[in-house]
């Protein structure tokens, strides 16, 4: 059974940090691309960066260029998300995913306040 176990949200002031982690299951991680997808309260999902098998990864979301930065351990089934200088527009759950695989985490939540 293909799962994502996405933590390491949290409540953070702004210009703080986070890092996000997601163990998948299920599958043969090592041979398939990884994605972090955001969803902020009444808006849609949104694709936030992805990475390839070889560790090559892009940041999707304009807003976040330059701040986030996405990882992976292919030893551990893990991919990472840090965030860095965050922002309150930055507020969402967060959920990592592989594409080729229907199946979602239940996320984590972020939210950035003063």
């Known amino acids: 059974q293909v799962q994502f176990v996405e933590s390491g949200g949290g409540s953070v002031q702004p210009g703080g940090s986070l890092r996000l982690s997601c163990v998948a299951s299920g599958f043969t991680f090592s041979d398939y691309g990884m994605s972090w997808y955001r969803q902020a309260p009444g808006k849609e999902r949104e694709l936030v960066a992805s990475i390839r098998t070889d560790g090559a990864s892009t940041i999707h979301a304009a807003a976040v260029k330059g701040r986030f930065i996405m990882s992976r351990d292919n030893a551990k089934n893990m991919v990472f998300l840090q965030m860095n200088s965050l922002k309150p527009e930055d507020t969402a759950a967060y959920y990592c995913?592989?594409?080729?695989?229907?199946?979602w985490g239940q996320g984590t939540q972020v939210t950035v306040s003063s």
């Open positions: 995913k592989a594409p080729a695989w229907g199946y």
